[in-house]
C-alpha cells in the first residue's frame, strides 16, 4: 500500500512539454502502482488531460475504520479545468469504485465504456447521489471515441474474469500507446466472446509507440488456463455433493458465475443467493444479457430452507473472509438466515488477494470446525486468475511490438518480472520504465523518461463513504489501538497555577509503570509548561484575566508526557489533556512533582508566589483499576522505591485533599467522579 502523501506536489509544472521543449505524452499513474488496487491513470496532452479508469483499494491492516482507498486526487482537482473526459476499461471494483466518489469532487465531462461496467457504475453514481455530474456513454468493440483534441481511443475486446472488458488502443500527437487493462488471453472464453487479437496486431503492425501491460501474474511461468478450465472439477464436487452446495465467488467474475448456475441447473439444484453485491451483479448481467438461466433457477434464501438439502445451491460473497460478508457470518454463526451443516459441501472457487489470505483461512477452519466438507486451494482446479501469465504477456508484447515498455497494474516485484519478460523479447532495458504512482512518464515519438512527480498517496473513506480519514485520524487509531490511551485533567487558573492534582485515566495501555508514577509524571508536565511557557501561551490583553492560550497548553503537555512515556517505558499512547480552568487567584496545588528530581531543564523560579504545600500528597489517580496484572507485577523495583513513601502520604491525606478541593474547585471534583464512575 502506498504511503500517505507519497511524493511531493509539483502541480502541473513542465505540463506537455520536455526534451528541450518539444510537446510530450504525459502518462501519470495515481493509483495501481507497487499495488494491486485503485487504477487511475492520467494522459496528458497540450490542454487535453484525459482519464483511465478510477478505482478503489480496499485497507490493509491498521487502516482502523477505513472502508475504501482511494488516490490522492489533488492533481486532478488542480487542473479539473483540463479534463475532457474518461475512459474505464471494465467493471471491477479496482477499476470503478472509486469514480462516483471522484464526481463528488471534481467534474468529468463525458464516461465512455463497456456496457456491463457502466452498468454496475450507475447503480454506485445513483446511490452517491451523482447521477448528473456526467454523461455515461456506452461503446462497442472496435468504437473510437475522441477525447479533446489530442486523444483518439479505440476499444478493443480482450478477454478477463469479467465480460465485456477492453484493452485501449489511444492515437496521440506522438504515436499509439497500448493500454492492455486487466487481461489474460483465454481461446475458449466462458462468454464467446473473444480477444480481438488482430485489432491488436494491426496496431503491432502500424508501430506502437508505448505499451503499458498488466503485471499482475508476471512471476507465474505458463499461460494462465482458460475460465472453461474450472468447469470440469465444479462438476465433479457438486455432483458429488450430498447435502448442500455453498459456493463462494468473487460476485463480478460474471463467467464464473455463469458457469456455477449452470451446473446447478444440471444437477437439479435451485440457487439461492446471499451478498447484496451477488445479487447486484447477478441481476445487472442477466439484464443486459451477459448470463442465461431460468428465472425459477432462484429461489428466496427465506424460502430455500423448504426444499431438500439435495437440491439446493447457496452462492454467495465472502470468498475474501470480508469479516460483514454472507459466508464470514455463517462461519460465525451470525447469519440469521443460515447455519452451517455437518453434510454441507462449501467451495471456494476464489483465490485470497494478498493481504486477505488470514482471514479466507481463518474463515476455512470455522467452517470445518462446524463440521462442513470445505473444497478450496490450488489443487482442486476450482479457480484460476482473470490476469495472463508470463507467456499471456510475452504473447502481448509480442503482437504490439512496443518501442517502449511501462509495466503497470502490480507490485513492484511483478513490474520487475515484468520488465525482464520485456527484456528477454529484446526490448532494452533503457526502454522500460519501472514507475511508482504519481511518477511521470513523459514520452516523444523517440524518448520515454521519468519527468517530475506530482503529488500522489491515498485517501481514505469511512464506513459512509464520505469521511475522510485523514493522515492524523489514521494516526490516532493506529495509537489507539496499539497504545490505547490516556486522558489527563488539568485544573489551570487563568494566572498560571496548577489548582488541584491532575486526573489521569488510562484505556488499553498497558504499562510497566505504578499508576502513581503517571500521575507524578503528569504533574511534573504541568508545572514544566506553567513555569517556563506560560509567559509564551498567556497574553495580557489588559483586561481583568489574561488571554490563555489553552489549546496551546493542552498540546504542550500532551507532547511533553508522550516523550518521556516513549523515553522511559517505550510506549506511545494516544494522551488528551483537557484543561479546565479555574478562576485567577485560586490557590496553588503544590504536588508530588517536587518529591522526585526531574531531569528537564531547571524552572527559571516560581512565580506563583503562592503557598507552598511541598511534601502533601493527592489521593492516588484513579487508574489502577486499568493497569493490567502483568503490568502491575512487573513495577520494577526502582519504580516502587521512589513512589513508596508518597503513596502513603497521599492515603494519609486522600481526605484532606479531597475537603479542600471540594472549596474551590467543586466542578473539578463533580467531573471526577463522573470519570471515576463511568470509567
Ligand atoms: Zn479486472
Ligand atoms: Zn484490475
Not at 431438500?308 to 438466515?337: C, K, N, V, W
Not at 487563568?494 to 504499562?511: K, S
Request: with cysteine; hydrophobic share 40%; glycine share 10%.
Amino acid at each position: 500500500m502506498a504511503s500517505l502523501n507519497g511524493t511531493a506536489s509539483n502541480g502541473s509544472s513542465g505540463r506537455g512539454a520536455a526534451n528541450g521543449g518539444k510537446p510530450c505524452l504525459r502518462v501519470i499513474p495515481l493509483g495501481g502502482l507497487h499495488e494491486i488496487g485503485k487504477n487511475t491513470c492520467v494522459f496528458e496532452y497540450g490542454d487535453d488531460l484525459m482519464l483511465v479508469d478510477g478505482g478503489l483499494a480496499f485497507p490493509s491492516d491498521g487502516m482502523h475504520g477505513v472502508n475504501v482507498v482511494l488516490p490522492d486526487t489533488s492533481y486532478l482537482r488542480e487542473n479539473q479545468k483540463r479534463i475532457r473526459g474518461m475512459i474505464v476499461t471494465h467493471g471491477h471494483e479496482d477499476h470503478i469504485g472509486g469514480i462516483p466518489h471522484h464526481l463528488k469532487n471534481f467534474s468529468i465531462p463525458v464516461i465512455y465504456g463497456p456496457r456491463l461496467a457502466l452498468s454496475m457504475l450507475t447503480g454506485k453514481m445513483e446511490e452517491a447521489g451523482v447521477m448528473d455530474r456526467t454523461v455515461l456513454k456506452t461503446v462497442s468493440p472496435r468504437d473510437v471515441v475522441q477525447i479533446g483534441q489530442h486523444f483518439k481511443v479505440e476499444f478493443i475486446r480482450n478477454t478477463h474474469s469479467i465480460a465485456d472488458s477492453f484493452s485501449l488502443a489511444i492515437t496521440t500527437p506522438v504515436g499509439v500507446v497500448v493500454f492492455t487493462g486487466d487481461f489474460k488471453f483465454d481461446h475458449t472464453p466462458v462468454d464467446g466472446e473473444y480477444f480481438d487479437i488482430q485489432r491488436m496486431a494491426h496496431y503491432g503492425e502500424q508501430g506502437v509507440l508505448c505499451l503499458f501491460s498488466d503485471s499482475t501474474n508476471a512471476e507465474l511461468p505458463g499461460f494462465t488456463p482458460p475460465e472453461r478450465s474450472v468447469f470440469p472439477n465444479l462438476d465433479r464436487h457438486i455432483g458429488a455433493a450430498e447435502g448442500r452446495v455453498i459456493v463462494t465467488t468473487f460476485a463480478s467474475s460474471v463467467h464464473r458465475v455463469s458457469m456455477i448456475l449452470e451446473l446447478a441447473l444440471k444437477h437439479g439444484r435451485k440457487v439461492g443467493l446471499l451478498g447484496r453485491s451477488m445479487l447486484n451483479v447477478i441481476a445487472k448481467a442477466r439484464e443486459l444479457g451477459y448470463m442465461r438461466c431460468p428465472d425459477d433457477l432462484f429461489v428466496p434464501i427465506k424460502q430455500i430452507r423448504d426444499l431438500p438439502d439435495r437440491e439446493t445451491l447457496l452462492l454467495m460473497t465472502g470468498s475474501q473472509g470480508e469479516p460483514l460478508a454472507a459466508l464470514s457470518r455463517i462461519s460465525r454463526g451470525e447469519h440469521p438466515q443460515v447455519q452451517v451443516k455437518t453434510s454441507d459441501t462449501i467451495i471456494f472457487s476464489a483465490s485470497p488477494i494478498p493481504g486477505n489470505t488470514i482471514s479466507v483461512v481463518n474463515t476455512i477452519d470455522r467452517l470445518m470446525m462446524l463440521g462442513a466438507k470445505v473444497v478450496y486451494g490450488k489443487g482442486e482446479g476450482i479457480h484460476v486468475s482473470g490476469h495472463g501469465s508470463q507467456e499471456d504477456q510475452k504473447l502481448m508484447l509480442a503482437l504490439t511490438r512496443p518501442k517502449y515498455f511501462v509495466p503497470v497494474h502490480g507490485e513492484h516485484r511483478m513490474l520487475v518480472a515484468h520488465s525482464r519478460t520485456g527484456q528477454s523479447m529484446g526490448i532494452p532495458a533503457d526502454h522500460t520504465l519501472i514507475i511508482d504512482n504519481g511518477d511521470v512518464v513523459e514520452l516523444t515519438p523517440d524518448s520515454i523518461r521519468k519527468g517530475d512527480p506530482v503529488k500522489s498517496g491515498i485517501e481514505l473513506l469511512d464506513a459512509s463513504r464520505n469521511g475522510i480519514v485523514d493522515a492524523r485520524v489514521l494516526k490516532e487509531r493506529q495509537q489507539l489501538a496499539d497504545d490505547g490511551v490516556i486522558t489527563l485533567l488539568a485544573v489551570i487558573s487563568t494566572d498560571g497555577v496548577m489548582a488541584a492534582p491532575p486526573r489521569v485515566n488510562l484505556r488499553g495501555v498497558v504499562t510497566t509503570a505504578d499508576p502513581r508514577r503517571l500521575s507524578l509524571w503528569a504533574e511534573r508536565e504541568i508545572t514544566w509548561v506553567l513555569e517556563n511557557r506560560w509567559n509564551q501561551l498567556a497574553r495580557n490583553t489588559g483586561g481583568k484575566a489574561p488571554d490563555v492560550d489553552w489549546v496551546g497548553v493542552q498540546r504542550e503537555v500532551e507532547l511533553g508526557l508522550q516523550r518521556r512515556l516513549r523515553r522511559e517505558l517505550q510506549v506511545d499512547p494516544l494522551i488528551i489533556c483537557l484543561v479546565q480552568p479555574a478562576p485567577a487567584g485560586t490557590p496553588a496545588y503544590r504536588g508530588r512533582a517536587d518529591a522526585e528530581p526531574d531531569t528537564r531543564p531547571a524552572p527559571r523560579g516560581r512565580r506563583d508566589g503562592g503557598r507552598h504545600e511541598g511534601g502533601r500528597q493527592s489521593q492516588p489517580a484513579p487508574v489502577q483499576r486499568q493497569q493490567s496484572p502483568a503490568g502491575s507485577a512487573a513495577a520494577s523495583a526502582s519504580t516502587t522505591a521512589t513512589v513508596a513513601a508518597p503513596a502513603r502520604a497521599a492515603a494519609a491525606t486522600a481526605a484532606a485533599v479531597a475537603a479542600e478541593e471540594s472549596e474551590h474547585t467543586g466542578r473539578t471534583r463533580r467531573r471526577r467522579s463522573a470519570a471515576a464512575v463511568s470509567g
